[in-house]
């Protein structure tokens, strides 16, 4: 698990989505975060959502999966309320929920 996670934002119409997935997993704070490398950028998650990326990415195939830490704007309160009132559309039009 030494190996970096790369993630890239891809913006989509939910009137016409292309396939995607979403993950759900447990948003508890351990006291070590995790890191991905998200937009080019190094940013610091839970250590649970860096643990549920390594498990479902397979090796060397890009993914499409919906991850409310990194496609909602956590330190923008008003697009944070705006995405939350998305989340059930979101859910619904995943191919499937991982």
């Avoid at 080019?40 to 999966?65: M, Y």
């Avoid at 705006?82 to 559309?89: A, G, W």
Wanted: a negative charge; hydrophobic letters at 40%; glycine letters at 2%.
């Amino acid at each position: 698990y030494s190996e970096v996670i790369r993630c890239e934002l891809s913006v989509i119409r939910l009137i016409d989505p292309p396939e995607y997935e979403t993950l759900s997993y447990d948003w508890r704070s351990p006291s070590l975060p995790g890191q991905v490398i998200f937009c080019s950028q190094v940013t610091t998650v839970t250590l649970n959502l860096e643990a549920a990326i390594r498990r479902i990415r397979p090796p060397q195939i890009d993914r499409l999966v919906w991850i409310d830490a990194l496609c909602i704007n956590q330190n923008d309160l008003e697009e944070r309320s705006e995405q939350v009132q998305l989340m059930t559309n979101v859910f619904l039009h995943a191919l499937k929920i991982v």
